[in-house]
């Protein structure tokens, strides 16, 4: 059998950087990436036969563990029945009933196939149903791959140091303007200046690209007042935060009313998908309803609406938030413990099952703070959790995702992986 050393030399002849997303290269912390075999509950495994605690989860839709048996019995059901039409099915019904009964904000959905399908499609109807080009953004934020989007993001950009892309046309990225994130007064100040050009304002209301950047009080609330006075669309991206932080997403946390949501990750259980929606009166200007085009071949693929569907039907038991809830308290509290008792500063924040430990002792608040954080350490740090098992994301500005099989033996198994690196990196 191939070793991951083996397969990620060959893959790196046919395919850039041997990965077929940036971060995974595991460039920033300073390691070759472990090629993965399988991933069962709690734990994901290698080629090479050894077993990891998962804090990934595939970047945040395994809320439910790898091979969950509702979903891999709702993909298996559906695969035999056909894994693509092209043509309606009840199965996307049913998943769009489902997001818009759980986020009030939402009237009408659109099925895609990423997150990044999910902000670009967003963008382009609120330029179409404003007539304006320009949007909002925040530093540090990450939207997805879409030019307009791709501007001072967060994320793979943030650890690959790359500002913006080439590639992205000039005239393109002079349209999107990027703003500190909490600071409401350079937003008045933009949207006085510009706001009768601005289409957007887009945000992940919960900042998980740049380490997890909790909104200060009032900030989001006061996103949703300016926008609405200079008649700007408000977009929550919720592609991580929704189903994530509770069921219903960030916008029930804070209680704010969105013009427009995206959602991506949970909602597929696994399977590539994304969604956008939002009020009706905006949704309906999409094609074929409307004039706004948008479109996809696979979008509300069943396999993908299948596996969605089986993870909502458990998540919308709301008591699982409980427990999960109380599993990355045990599990952040603990690591933050650790640390500190052995002299090394963090900052921590976390949101129902996600997480965010920065290598710092400056308060974070926003992506100027969050750079302050000791990325060689955190490098470390993660070199010594992989050795003992532990699988995290292998960037300081990623978050951590704490899923329903995690058991409290594995937890435990992180906390004394932690003791140990902590120990080393003091
Ligand atoms: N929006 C946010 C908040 C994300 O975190 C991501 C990806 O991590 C995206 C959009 C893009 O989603 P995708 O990678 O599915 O294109």
Request: charged fraction near 20%; hydrophobic fraction near 40%.
């Amino acid at each position: 059998m191939s070793s991951s050393k083996d397969i990620f030399e060959a893959a790196c002849r046919v395919i850039p950087g041997g990965v077929n997303s940036p971060v995974r290269a595991c460039k920033s912390v300073g390691a070759e990436p472990k090629i993965v075999s399988h991933g069962q509950g709690g734990r994901i495994f290698d080629v090479d036969g050894c077993a990891y605690v998962d804090l990934v989860c595939s970047w945040g839709p395994l809320i439910l563990g790898h091979a969950h048996r509702a979903v891999v019995e709702a993909v298996g059901k559906q695969a035999a029945k056909g894994m693509s039409f092209g043509a309606a099915t009840e199965l996307e019904l049913a998943l769009a009933q489902k997001i818009v009964a759980a986020l009030p904000s939402l009237e009408m959905v659109r099925l895609v196939n990423s997150g990044t399908e999910a902000t670009m499609s967003a963008v382009r109807l609120a330029r179409g149903v404003t007539g304006r080009s320009k949007v909002v953004k925040f530093d540090g934020c990450y939207h997805g791959h879409a030019d307009t989007l791709l501007v001072a993001a967060g994320s793979g950009v943030a650890t690959l140091g790359i500002p913006g892309s080439p590639g992205v046309p000039k005239a393109i990225a002079a349209e999107t303007i990027s703003l500190p994130f909490n600071d409401l007064a350079r937003v008045e100040e933009a949207f006085e200046r510009m706001g009768s050009d601005i289409a957007c304002l887009i945000v992940e209301p919960i900042p998980a690209n740049m380490g997890l950047v909790p909104p200060a009080t009032g900030f989001l609330e006061g996103l949703r007042h300016i926008t609405r006075k200079h008649e700007a669309l408000l977009i929550f991206d919720e592609v991580i935060t929704g189903f994530r932080v509770g069921y219903g997403g960030a916008q029930e946390l804070f209680g704010i009313d969105p013009d427009l949501t995206t959602l991506g990750k949970i909602i597929g259980g696994g399977l590539p998908v994304g969604a956008f929606g939002g009020k009706a009166e905006y949704m309906k200007r999409l094609a074929p309803e409307g004039d706004i085009y948008q479109a996809g071949t696979l979008s509300g693929n069943p396999l993908a609406t299948a596996a969605g569907l089986a993870t909502l039907n458990v998540l919308e038991h709301r008591e699982v938030y409980d427990e999960l809830d109380k599993k990355d308290e045990y599990l952040l509290n603990g690591l933050v413990k650790l640390a500190l008792g052995a002299g090394i500063p963090v900052r921590a924040a976390r949101y129902g099952s996600m997480f965010g430990l920065f290598f710092t002792g400056t308060e974070v608040r926003d992506y100027e703070t969050a750079k302050t954080s000791d990325t060689d350490r955190y490098a470390r740090y993660w070199r010594s959790m992989l050795e003992s098992g532990v699988w995290l994301a292998p960037s300081q500005f990623e978050v951590g995702f704490v899923s329903t099989a995690h058991t409290k033996e594995e937890l435990d198994h992180v906390l004394e992986s932690a003791a140990t690196a902590f120990s080393s990196l003091s």
